[in-house]
């Protein structure tokens, strides 16, 4: 399994998608966050935070993540190594967690260079240092957990075919509905009582409590329990080529 977590590590790294991907997140957030006057901008917020990063990223990633996730499996789909891999000795499941560990750590190196903005914020606030870091600490977790659900999904999207532009659109679709479809039928009121229920359904809903700072142990078995259903749909597809 570490054998196929560094090959999947390495390919990324070898390849301009990797490089691509991080730049192309970082250059986003920083001309939104410093330079262009948006509602983003942090000079023209008012005030010494990192909110409109996490306002952002979530958006950010709706495209990037899909676009690390869709060669994952779509690739060996159509190279037809899949079934090589699929004959080594590891399960289905390290198979998909070597791949999703790899992922997510992409995402993670991706988020690293974005200290810099926090330290930029702490440095330049009035007084030094007049930023929430328990609030911010608790959006990076959120922004973690989020990444995490964005690339179960991105997995499973690349398991069921073996065109990766397939894998890309079908990604942002299911993300994209993870994360607004719920709020956007909870705004129309159609149920009533369990507006709030299927509200809470959404992805959104409860990054936006853990970008507060607030660490509920039911946003963390949301997102725990979101991955781990994207990671058991995705070892049925690989399954279903057995049948």
Do not use: C
Request: glycine content about 6%; charged content about 10%; cysteine-free.
């Amino acid at each position: 399994m570490y054998t196929l977590f560094k090959k999947e590590i390495s390919s990324f790294l070898n390849s301009l998608i990797g490089y691509i991907v991080i730049i192309v997140f970082l250059l986003i957030n920083s001309l939104f966050l410093w330079v262009f006057p948006t509602e983003f901008n942090i000079p023209d917020f008012g005030y010494a935070t990192l909110e409109p990063l996490f306002l952002l990223a979530p958006f950010v990633f709706l495209f990037l993540i899909p676009a690390i996730t869709m060669r994952m499996f779509a690739e060996e789909n159509k190279a037809g190594t899949i079934e090589i891999l699929l004959t080594q000795p590891l399960s289905d499941l390290q198979i998909i967690f070597a791949k999703y560990l790899a992922g997510l750590s992409l995402v993670f190196i991706s988020l690293i260079p974005t200290f810099v903005f926090l330290i930029s914020v702490y440095i330049y606030g009035f007084p030094t240092g007049n930023i929430d870091l328990g609030s911010t600490w608790g959006s990076y977790i959120g922004l973690v957990f989020l990444s995490s659900a964005f690339v179960g999904i991105g997995l499973f999207a690349s398991s069921i075919t073996d065109n990766q532009i397939v894998a890309f659109i079908i990604a942002i679709v299911i993300t994209a509905f993870s994360y607004l479809g719920f709020e956007i039928i909870y705004s129309f009121d159609l149920f009533g009582s369990f507006d709030l229920f299927i509200k809470n359904l959404g992805i959104n809903a409860h990054y936006s409590s853990m970008s507060r700072g607030v660490i509920d142990t039911r946003d963390i078995i949301y997102f725990v329990s979101f991955t781990a259903i994207s990671i058991l749909l995705t070892k049925l597809s690989l399954e279903s080529r057995k049948w």
